[in-house]
């Protein structure tokens, strides 16, 4: 067997171990060994990566999560598959590749649609190896050979059966609506590929006022530049707006129907600036009343809000912008300007003709598309649609009915919000990469004909020429929607998609509905919401039963990591490569809590990513690392050892305590507390006490059996050093220790541990008594520290151990070794030392250090006053919490550990106080 190296190197294992568990088959649902017929199967699928480059820290915290998950379900004995794939992801990839073909001087616009889809192809295939590769180095143990890709065959079949099926029963259908526009990618975009400042961007709010029209306002309106505006207007209504360019779509001005300022106007008429053109002033409960001067301008045909209120009050929609974001010939003397150069002049003319009443800066929330970083602007545009009302109140009775759980619940209330008040959903996208409608036209004179179908939906071009020419003819021609649909459409299909579905297959029969979705929160409804409509509609299942919700990655200062701010991007690969997968892996699992976002503690040294955090998680692989070299020179040795010993049955108690209580929470979704007990098991209670213990109290069978479990619990938190530290005990150990979990070939395929497949047991009395002795040495430790005892100095101890004797007697060797005392040391039942001496209390036992010559009578005086203070500040806290509400709010369990915790508090008190007297008498003082 080669030697263990003295420090851990990620790159000399990991790549190695994944290559080994992969080639073997090992992430296999058919290959698991161990099998648990009390374990419901375990089945997962991966939010699918976009290809649009490489993955961000937001895909290292899911990987981490969703392997952290499949790891343990695996080892618990699930049957257990996580399936993986990629998404197409439309308008973010063909975006990628449209700014790559401008870098090599080329341009979609003057490519053919094919020509175009084969670059974004070959991209695909690019940033598909990237992902792979980055996932791989994260450890992720999905069932390969299962893969999927949204935009190949299977799941486009999945995609245009779905679609035909919600057409068919009349869900989908095409209609001109609002929607996010994106004046540079010329397509429609979902709210999700918006991004929008939280602290908005850096603007301008204008005061504009338009003249009231009175009776005596007649005929023609007048132009700019005739000097007559104000002619005829004896009053005006001031409005605020941040895009002043929209004015020349305005339709009327609207105040809150309860605003007392203006109901004088309600009903009369302003006219329109530029244009002359009057309109109504109207009411409606949608205004705020206390923004800007509580009038508000309303353009249907370029707001969200004022498109509701258009169609509420049948106001006339007038679009003022083409597609480009370029006015229109409805602007007036404005048409053919770029929308920020029209409101450049606009605002001119307004000062000019004394209707700019004040400017004031204003941080305004504007959407920027995701891809392009345009101004997105609210269009009227001909789009397919989706009616999902429906499938909306079934997807919101599935969590009330408990069908589906959420995780953390509190996400419950934006699940009903979003669901009980949805619209219905454009699923269409002007590109041409991703799923083309499957909706073809009849073209030609023939398209005219009366009472037969010009539009046929179907499964391919084929079934649709088919149904045409039984309409129409043989000769019928048809072209194809040239529309694609929205991502989320194709991503909406995936748990099921991903298993086979339309087509029955043994994987849908086994494994649908799946477990788990795992996602951040910040998509529950682009996505989640989506995955369970479709499921609903399409299966008759909800796709999966617990939904897990982790938060987002942010800087240390809070802000969202964001590709507008690319300074702050981090790279995993390059804090892989720095501090290896199982660090990354364990900082992302332990930082945080279910939904709850993760602050960076990231900063630059050279140009390269570093973390302290992660640092401290590498640093606690490395401590495992010399744990198990250590373990393995001690079974190296022929002999078997002493007896079991106290400390022996201490550890396999706490080990015991450790794996109950870490099964509770990672059942519990907890994973970032089991991950930090576990942190503290091993470093603290194996490391740092067992193992210096086993140096005087040596049993080899218990050091395995402990060191050997603690891989196993530790292993979906960092499966790289524990699988390969694993092997290593196992061939070094097996033919003398042939523990049951060393059967299996792998640790990953090892039965997780559990509390009752060890046999030693040490009762509270001993395991309050080892607390006890772990406090006694860490005080002699600190004492030694105070008064500058040098290290390899021995010191006498008097140590009064009341009822915990014979715990003490038992651990003196490990005393001995440990806070460096004295071997003639001496312990009892009851003890007094009047000497002057370093007084440590400890509530049931006291320590007295005779340190002659080093200790200051005075200063330790002035020592135990100060303790004695704070004690009787820590009895007073303690008393008032217990006097309070919290006896009757705080479970009875907390509520025991605070009276325990006084107990002790008044028991180390007296005996301060006891030692404090007695010091000062002796130095002739009296109380």
Same mark, same amino acid.
């Given at each position: 067997?080669?030697?263990?190296?003295?420090?851990?190197?990620?790159?000399?294992?990991?790549?190695?171990?994944?290559?080994?568990?992969?080639?073997?088959?090992?992430?296999?649902?058919?290959?698991?060994?161990?099998?648990?017929?009390?374990?419901?199967?375990?089945?997962?699928?991966?939010?699918?990566?976009?290809?649009?480059?490489?993955?961000?820290?937001?895909?290292?915290?899911?990987?981490?999560?969703?392997?952290?998950?499949?790891?343990?379900?695996?080892?618990?004995?699930?049957?257990?598959?996580?399936?993986?794939?990629?998404?197409?992801?439309?308008?973010?990839?063909?975006?990628?590749?449209?700014?790559?073909?401008?870098?090599?001087?080329?341009?979609?616009?003057?490519?053919?649609?094919?020509?175009?889809?084969?670059?974004?192809?070959?991209?695909?295939?690019?940033?598909?190896?990237?992902?792979?590769?980055?996932?791989?180095?994260?450890?992720?143990?999905?069932?390969?050979?299962?893969?999927?890709?949204?935009?190949?065959?299977?799941?486009?079949?999945?995609?245009?059966?779905?679609?035909?099926?919600?057409?068919?029963?009349?869900?989908?259908?095409?209609?001109?609506?609002?929607?996010?526009?994106?004046?540079?990618?010329?397509?429609?975009?979902?709210?999700?590929?918006?991004?929008?400042?939280?602290?908005?961007?850096?603007?301008?709010?204008?005061?504009?006022?338009?003249?009231?029209?009175?009776?005596?306002?007649?005929?023609?309106?007048?132009?700019?530049?005739?000097?007559?505006?104000?002619?005829?207007?004896?009053?005006?209504?001031?409005?605020?707006?941040?895009?002043?360019?929209?004015?020349? /779509?305005?339709? +009327? *001005?609207? !105040?809150? %129907?309860?605003? &007392?300022?203006?109901?004088?106007? $309600?009903?009369?008429?302003?006219? @329109?600036?530029?244009?002359?053109?009057?309109?109504?002033?109207?009411?409606?409960?949608?205004?705020?009343?206390?923004? /800007?001067?509580? +009038? *508000?301008? !309303?353009? %249907?045909?370029? &707001?969200?809000?004022?498109?509701? $209120?258009?169609?509420?009050?049948? @106001?006339?929609?007038?679009?003022?912008?083409?597609?480009?974001?370029?006015?229109?010939?409805?602007?007036?003397?404005?048409?053919?300007?770029?929308?920020?150069?029209?409101?450049?002049?606009?605002?001119?003319?307004?000062?000019?003709?004394?209707?700019?009443?004040?400017?004031?800066?204003?941080?305004?929330?504007?959407?920027?598309?995701?891809?392009?970083?345009?101004?997105?602007?609210?269009?009227?545009?001909?789009?397919?649609?989706?009616?999902?009302?429906?499938?909306?109140?079934?997807?919101?009775?599935?969590?009330?009915?408990?069908?589906?759980?959420?995780?953390?619940?509190?996400?419950?209330?934006?699940?009903?919000?979003?669901?009980?008040?949805?619209?219905?959903?454009?699923?269409?996208?002007?590109?041409?990469?991703?799923?083309?409608?499957?909706?073809?036209?009849?073209?030609?004179?023939?398209?005219?004909?009366?009472?037969?179908?010009?539009?046929?939906?179907?499964?391919?071009?084929?079934?649709?020429?088919?149904?045409?020419?039984?309409?129409?003819?043989?000769?019928?021609?048809?072209?194809?929607?040239?529309?694609?649909?929205?991502?989320?459409?194709?991503?909406?299909?995936?748990?099921?998609?991903?298993?086979?579905?339309?087509?029955?297959?043994?994987?849908?029969?086994?494994?649908?509905?799946?477990?788990?979705?795992?996602?951040?929160?910040?998509?529950?409804?682009?996505?989640?919401?989506?995955?369970?409509?479709?499921?609903?509609?399409?299966?008759?299942?909800?796709?999966?039963?617990?939904?897990?919700?982790?938060?987002?990655?942010?800087?240390?200062?809070?802000?969202?990591?964001?590709?507008?701010?690319?300074?702050?991007?981090?790279?995993?690969?390059?804090?892989?490569?720095?501090?290896?997968?199982?660090?990354?892996?364990?900082?992302?699992?332990?930082?945080?809590?279910?939904?709850?976002?993760?602050?960076?503690?990231?900063?630059?040294?050279?140009?390269?990513?570093?973390?302290?955090?992660?640092?401290?998680?590498?640093?606690?692989?490395?401590?495992?690392?010399?744990?198990?070299?250590?373990?393995?020179?001690?079974?190296?040795?022929?002999?078997?050892?002493?007896?079991?010993?106290?400390?022996?049955?201490?550890?396999?108690?706490?080990?015991?305590?450790?794996?109950?209580?870490?099964?509770?929470?990672?059942?519990?979704?907890?994973?970032?507390?089991?991950?930090?007990?576990?942190?503290?098991?091993?470093?603290?209670?194996?490391?740092?006490?067992?193992?210096?213990?086993?140096?005087?109290?040596?049993?080899?069978?218990?050091?395995?059996?402990?060191?050997?479990?603690?891989?196993?619990?530790?292993?979906?938190?960092?499966?790289?050093?524990?699988?390969?530290?694993?092997?290593?005990?196992?061939?070094?150990?097996?033919?003398?220790?042939?523990?049951?979990?060393?059967?299996?070939?792998?640790?990953?395929?090892?039965?997780?541990?559990?509390?009752?497949?060890?046999?030693?047991?040490?009762?509270?009395?001993?395991?309050?008594?080892?607390?006890?002795?772990?406090?006694?040495?860490?005080?002699?430790?600190?004492?030694?520290?105070?008064?500058?005892?040098?290290?390899?100095?021995?010191?006498?101890?008097?140590?009064?151990?009341?009822?915990?004797?014979?715990?003490?007697?038992?651990?003196?060797?490990?005393?001995?070794?440990?806070?460096?005392?004295?071997?003639?040391?001496?312990?009892?039942?009851?003890?007094?030392?009047?000497?002057?001496?370093?007084?440590?209390?400890?509530?049931?036992?006291?320590?007295?250090?005779?340190?002659?010559?080093?200790?200051?009578?005075?200063?330790?005086?002035?020592?135990?006053?100060?303790?004695?203070?704070?004690?009787?500040?820590?009895?007073?806290?303690?008393?008032?919490?217990?006097?309070?509400?919290?006896?009757?709010?705080?479970?009875?369990?907390?509520?025991?550990?605070?009276?325990?915790?006084?107990?002790?508090?008044?028991?180390?008190?007296?005996?301060?106080?006891?030692?404090?007297?007695?010091?000062?008498?002796?130095?002739?003082?009296?109380?």
């Amino acid at each position: 067997m080669t030697e263990l190296a003295k420090t851990y190197d990620p790159k000399a294992v990991e790549r190695r171990i994944y290559e080994w568990w992969e080639t073997n088959g090992y992430f296999k649902p058919e290959n698991q060994l161990y099998l648990d017929p009390n374990e419901p199967p375990f089945i997962i699928t991966i939010p699918p990566p976009n290809v649009t480059g490489t993955l961000h820290m937001g895909h290292a915290l899911t990987s981490a999560i969703e392997d952290l998950m499949t790891r343990y379900h695996r080892m618990k004995g699930a049957r257990t598959l996580w399936v993986p794939g990629t998404d197409h992801a439309g308008i973010a990839t063909q975006a990628v590749v449209e700014r790559k073909l401008e870098q090599e001087g080329r341009s979609r616009r003057q490519m053919s649609r094919a020509e175009f889809l084969a670059e974004v192809w070959k991209w695909k295939e690019h940033s598909h190896r990237i992902i792979n590769s980055q996932q791989r180095a994260m450890g992720i143990s999905v069932d390969w050979d299962r893969e999927a890709f949204t935009l190949d065959e299977a799941r486009s079949l999945a995609v245009r059966t779905a679609f035909k099926r919600l057409y068919d029963k009349g869900l989908i259908y095409r209609d001109t609506r609002m929607v996010n526009w994106d004046p540079v990618q010329l397509t429609g975009v979902s709210d999700l590929e918006v991004e929008t400042e939280e602290e908005g961007e850096p603007g301008f709010l204008y005061y504009v006022r338009y003249p009231i029209q009175t009776n005596r306002w007649e005929g023609p309106h007048h132009p700019w530049g005739s000097g007559r505006w104000a002619e005829g207007a004896t009053e005006w209504i001031t409005v605020a707006t941040t895009r002043p360019e929209t004015i020349l /779509g305005d339709t +009327a *001005v609207m !105040v809150h %129907p309860e605003d &007392d300022r203006y109901t004088h106007l $309600v009903a009369c008429h302003a006219v @329109l600036p530029a244009l002359g053109r009057p309109i109504p002033i109207i009411t409606d409960p949608v205004v705020d009343k206390d923004f /800007g001067t509580g +009038a *508000v301008k !309303v353009t %249907p045909a370029h &707001d969200f809000t004022d498109y509701e $209120v258009g169609k509420r009050h049948h @106001l006339p929609f007038i679009e003022v912008m083409d597609e480009t974001a370029h006015m229109n010939a409805n602007a007036g003397p404005y048409a053919g300007l770029d929308r920020f150069a029209c409101r450049e002049q606009l605002v001119a003319d307004l000062k000019k003709e004394g209707l700019l009443v004040k400017v004031e800066p204003y941080m305004v929330k504007l959407g920027r598309g995701q891809r392009s970083g345009a101004v997105i602007e609210p269009r009227l545009s001909l789009q397919w649609w989706c009616d999902v009302k429906a499938m909306a109140q079934k997807a919101a009775d599935a969590v009330r009915s408990g069908r589906i759980k959420i995780v953390p619940e509190r996400f419950e209330k934006v699940w009903f919000q979003w669901l009980d008040n949805i619209r219905d959903w454009n699923i269409s996208r002007q590109l041409w990469w991703g799923h083309q409608i499957p909706v073809w036209y009849v073209v030609g004179e023939q398209g005219e004909a009366n009472g037969r179908p010009t539009q046929y939906c179907a499964l391919s071009e084929e079934e649709a020429y088919a149904a045409a020419r039984a309409d129409w003819g043989p000769n019928v021609a048809l072209r194809q929607d040239e529309d694609v649909l929205d991502t989320w459409f194709s991503s909406g299909l995936w748990p099921f998609s991903v298993l086979g579905w339309p087509r029955d297959t043994q994987d849908m029969r086994q494994f649908y509905p799946t477990t788990m979705l795992e996602t951040g929160y910040d998509i529950l409804f682009f996505w989640v919401a989506r995955m369970v409509m479709l499921g609903l509609e399409l299966t008759g299942q909800v796709p999966f039963t617990t939904v897990y919700l982790h938060g987002l990655i942010r800087t240390a200062d809070g802000k969202k990591m964001s590709k507008s701010h690319p300074d702050k991007i981090i790279d995993p690969l390059e804090l892989i490569d720095t501090y290896g997968a199982d660090a990354l892996r364990f900082f992302l699992v332990t930082a945080g809590s279910p939904g709850n976002d993760i602050k960076m503690d990231a900063y630059k040294v050279d140009g390269k990513w570093r973390s302290d955090r992660i640092e401290g998680a590498r640093n606690f692989a490395n401590k495992l690392w010399n744990a198990v070299r250590f373990v393995l020179g001690k079974l190296s040795s022929p002999a078997e050892g002493a007896a079991p010993s106290l400390a022996d049955r201490w550890i396999i108690t706490r080990l015991r305590q450790t794996i109950k209580e870490v099964r509770r929470l990672m059942d519990s979704y907890e994973y970032g507390e089991a991950g930090r007990l576990i942190y503290d098991f091993i470093w603290s209670d194996f490391c740092d006490w067992y193992l210096e213990f086993s140096k005087v109290q040596l049993n080899q069978t218990v050091l395995l059996q402990a060191m050997e479990a603690s891989l196993r619990l530790l292993h979906p938190f960092m499966p790289f050093v524990t699988e390969e530290l694993w092997q290593r005990l196992k061939e070094a150990a097996v033919s003398r220790w042939p523990l049951s979990s060393f059967s299996y070939p792998a640790l990953m395929l090892a039965p997780y541990p559990r509390a009752d497949e060890f046999e030693l047991s040490a009762d509270e009395d001993e395991l309050k008594g080892m607390a006890l002795v772990q406090q006694a040495i860490h005080a002699i430790r600190n004492a030694r520290a105070e008064y500058g005892v040098e290290p390899g100095k021995r010191v006498m101890a008097y140590i009064s151990a009341g009822k915990y004797v014979d715990t003490f007697v038992a651990m003196s060797e490990g005393i001995e070794l440990l806070a460096r005392v004295a071997r003639e040391m001496a312990i009892a039942e009851h003890l007094t030392y009047n000497r002057p001496a370093v007084t440590l209390a400890l509530g049931e036992a006291m320590v007295y250090l005779p340190l002659e010559g080093l200790v200051d009578l005075e200063a330790e005086r002035r020592r135990l006053s100060d303790t004695l203070a704070e004690l009787e500040a820590q009895i007073e806290r303690s008393e008032r919490l217990l006097a309070s509400d919290f006896s009757r709010r705080a479970p009875p369990q907390v509520v025991e550990k605070e009276r325990e915790k006084l107990t002790t508090l008044r028991l180390k008190h007296a005996q301060v106080s006891e030692r404090l007297k007695a010091l000062e008498r002796q130095m002739g003082m009296q109380c």
